[in-house]
């Protein structure tokens, strides 16, 4: 390791000590995205990453920088939800490629979890994304699916994170064929829901009238969807909450629309599905998909499903495919998307480590499976 190598706080903004880090933020991170993804569907805007790191009112992020001799080699996010209570924090380590396997990684996580404990969060959770491989594969402690055993799972093992969690990306591709079944589909699904729930759509912002339900769906996305052995803090959600997340959307040049199942008798918003495009893009991607627990076996999550994936195709001509996240254990939604036509492409991982925290001390209480091998 070069002696010039320093680690620094993430300077968010220009200011006396030097310029703004997120421009090498951006780089690094899209740089990834394109080697996991094969593609630049998954980069970000200068404007997503600037608001990301300077809006602060619903989580407050903090970073870390390595550069050696004025050039960034790498850096270390962490952040801290805000909602009341919670306990964890969510930490990504990135390292430019041609500076790897020079132990940069394990001190930028070093720090990232010192944050951690300046902050009081005992639970530290990492998302990971890795790019087909054949590889031995590494399980997730809930029994439901596996990650490549790459050298981004070697590493989150070797630093004490176990993978609680794994979810499956999945591809719809929009063609003639694959629309008319989404049509024979939604019909069944109509009937299902019968006279009790209507289903409704609309284009961001969300309609005041809608908001407090909106809200009350996103806060349950915490509770109601499957988690595994991730730990989830409750998420605090208001119509404000609402409208500025639909907001930094927009500013980071998403076009977002939203079906949503009303249940006629009481009035309420009861299961949503967002879908999302930014500017000329070919791909959508699915966001949010809940079904209300008390409400489900009605065949809403279908419903809303198809019905606004058509008008997603009515609104958007040129889109040729959506891309979706679901966790594997999730079989009732990873049903609805396999009857659809979704098809599965690679996989994710999310990792956690429980810690003790004395100072600046950390003692880890769970480590990675030696095994070998949201939506909602």
């Not at 394109?34 to 630049?40: A, I, Y």
């Not at 049509?183 to 908001?211: F, I, K, M, Q």
Request: proline content about 5%.
């Amino acid at each position: 390791m070069s002696e010039t190598l320093t680690l620094r706080p993430l300077r968010r903004a220009d200011g006396p000590d030097g310029p703004s880090d997120l421009d090498a933020v951006r780089e690094l991170r899209n740089a990834d995205m394109r080697v996991v993804h094969g593609s630049h569907d998954y980069d970000s805007s200068a404007e997503e990453i600037r608001i990301a790191w300077t809006d602060d009112e619903d989580a407050r992020q903090r970073g870390v920088i390595a550069e050696d001799g004025g050039r960034v080699l790498g850096f270390a996010a962490v952040v801290v939800p805000l909602d009341a209570g919670a306990a964890s924090v969510s930490l990504n380590v990135r390292v430019r490629a041609d500076a790897r396997r020079r132990g940069i990684g394990g001190l930028l996580l070093a720090a990232a979890e010192q944050i951690a404990a300046d902050e009081g969060r005992s639970v530290l959770q990492c998302w990971t994304e890795h790019p087909p491989a054949d590889l031995a594969r590494e399980p997730a402690i809930s029994g439901w699916g596996s990650v490549p055993r790459d050298a981004t799972t070697m590493f989150a093992r070797d630093q004490g994170y176990a993978l609680e969690q794994v979810y499956r990306k999945s591809r719809f591709t929009i063609d003639a064929q694959s629309l008319a079944e989404v049509e024979r589909l939604a019909g069944p699904a109509r009937a299902a829901a019968g006279d009790a729930y209507v289903y409704e759509w609309w284009e961001t912002p969300t309609p005041p009238e809608n908001a407090d339900d909106i809200a009350e769906l996103h806060a349950r996305m915490s509770t109601d969807a499957p988690s595994a052995g991730v730990e989830e803090d409750a998420s605090d959600w208001d119509a404000a909450r609402v409208a500025r997340w639909e907001e930094m959307s927009r500013t980071s040049g998403y076009r977002k629309i939203i079906g949503a199942a009303r249940h006629v008798a009481s009035g309420r918003l009861v299961a949503f599905n967002e879908l999302s495009v930014r500017g000329e893009e070919t791909t959508a991607h699915q966001n949010d998909t809940l079904v209300l627990r008390e409400h489900r076996g009605h065949r809403l999550g279908m419903l809303v499903k198809c019905e606004t994936l058509l008008r997603l195709h009515d609104l958007f001509p040129a889109v040729t495919r959506i891309e979706t996240y679901n966790a594997e254990e999730n079989r009732p939604m990873l049903d609805i998307n396999e009857e659809m036509g979704f098809a599965p492409l690679q996989y994710s991982g999310m990792w956690q480590k429980r810690v003790a925290s004395d100072g600046s001390e950390f003692v880890s209480t769970r480590v990675g499976s030696e095994v070998v091998g949201p939506e909602a």
